[in-house]
């Protein structure tokens, strides 16, 4: 399998699980089996969602699904069997510390659902404590050499530097940078950088030089909505559309939690629901490849 990803993809991610349990439905682990299954049925609703939003004219070939395993099992075979892209978390949920979800037997979960893109999200800051960004570049790039070595799922990278006060016009940035070349040099490689948004386009054509130094050419980058309002994440799409190597988006919250809230409530139908989440999936898809 040819590494990096340089063609356009738009993602609905939806494999939160603390916030869904906490946020959505006031819940804490360990959770009851019934339990589990009502947030899987909450996320069944997202994934009705988007295949709404395909069958009303977004593009299948640049659309695809993050979801986890823990409450999308079903879904995640679903999607595989219909042939979309699906990336699913290798990350322990809620965690400070960037770990494997299932530890040693993290090669099997993989390849037990075989996903487009294994995505991890990791809190790491180049200014931070040393110690604990060796631990975990040292997890990550044996995900990464395992990935490379098998040939299978691409890797999909969303690095965090955990503390969004810090992250102004000018100093947000600039960590990116240095996170993306730090892990790089510890040899971790992803096909797929996941980026929160930015305010300019000459940061984002930094991050994508970063992304592509050293024969890195089809490694490419995607924006995060971080949960932010509509009106943010349409800015951001709008200023990372325009630079080249900012190949898509992956806008989760903004687009499902209004209407997932709206039918836990009560205040809407499971359809209402996913007919909101397809319209506004497909909204986001029509800025960026109009922008």
Not at 69 to 79: C, H, K
Not at 81 to 93: D, L, N, W
């Amino acid at each position: 399998m040819p590494r990096g990803w340089d063609r356009p993809l738009y993602i609905q991610p939806f494999d939160h699980r603390g916030s869904f349990q906490s946020g959505l439905f006031g819940w804490k682990a360990p959770l009851s089996q019934a339990q589990t299954s009502e947030i899987a049925g909450a996320k069944q609703i997202i994934y009705d969602g988007f295949r709404a939003a395909l069958a009303g004219g977004a593009p299948a070939a640049k659309a695809g699904i993050l979801v986890d395993e823990q409450f999308g099992a079903a879904i995640l075979r679903d999607a595989k069997a219909k042939g979309i892209t699906t990336a699913c978390p290798a990350e322990k949920s809620g965690q400070e510390e960037f770990d494997l979800e299932y530890g040693e037997e993290f090669q099997r979960h993989i390849e037990a659902f075989d996903p487009t893109f294994c995505k991890v999200l990791v809190r790491y800051n180049p200014e931070g404590d040393r110690v604990l960004n060796q631990r975990q570049a040292a997890r990550l790039k044996r995900l990464s050499d395992y990935l490379a070595r098998a040939n299978r799922s691409l890797f999909m990278f969303e690095a965090l530097k955990g503390d969004k006060k810090a992250y102004d016009l000018e100093v947000r940035p600039r960590l990116m940078v240095e996170a993306i070349r730090e892990l790089q040099a510890a040899g971790v490689e992803p096909d797929l950088w996941k980026i929160e948004g930015l305010d300019r386009r000459e940061d984002c054509q930094k991050i994508v030089a970063t992304a592509r130094a050293g024969g890195r050419d089809h490694v490419g980058c995607i924006v995060l909505g971080r949960g932010e309002n509509d009106s943010k994440v349409r800015e951001w799409l709008g200023v990372a559309a325009k630079v080249p190597g900012f190949v898509g988006f992956a806008v989760g919250r903004t687009v499902f939690w209004d209407p997932l809230v709206s039918w836990h409530a009560g205040k809407a139908t499971r359809d209402e629901a996913a007919g909101r989440i397809a319209s506004r999936y497909r909204e986001f898809v029509n800025l960026f490849e109009e922008s």
